[in-house]
Nanobody, 115 residues
Framework: QVQLVESGGGLVQPGGSLRLSCAAS????????MGWYRQAPGLEREVVAL???????NYAASLKGRFTVSRDNAKNTVYLQMNSLKPEDTAVYYC?????????WGQGTQVTVSS
């Protein structure tokens, strides 16, 4: 079955960096686009970044320049490099794949930006 397992979250000071990882299994990873989303308390889940099977990327306009999404098809893993983190980046970050008309999500990883 499809599994997405995020890791790399934690507590970081404003201006710091984190790299999130999402290990995927149960499908042909290289054939599908992947996404990173986040959800802050009391808010709806929002898209952070997308990476297509071709390697092309798309970002939420407000995050472009600070966040970088990448993938390693040999490791079935997608990454999210987050730099210059701000308190408003605090959220649970989720990995996503849309596969055969179904949205699959990981369990999420908490990112807290605070001094």
């Amino acid at each position: 079955q499809v599994q997405l397992v995020e890791s790399g979250g934690g507590l970081v000071q404003p201006g710091g960096s984190l790299r999130l990882s999402c290990a995927a299994s149960g499908f042909t990873f290289s054939s599908y686009g992947m996404g990173w989303y986040r959800q802050a308390p009391g808010l709806e889940r929002e898209v952070v970044a997308l990476i297509f099977r071709t390697g092309g990327t798309n970002y939420a306009a407000s995050l472009k320049g600070r966040f970088t999404v990448s993938r390693d098809n040999a490791k079935n893993t997608v990454y999210l490099q987050m730099n210059s983190l701000k308190p408003e980046d605090t959220a649970v970050y989720y990995c996503n794949v849309f596969l055969q008309a179904v949205n699959y999500w990981g369990q999420g990883t908490q990112v807290t930006v605070s001094s």
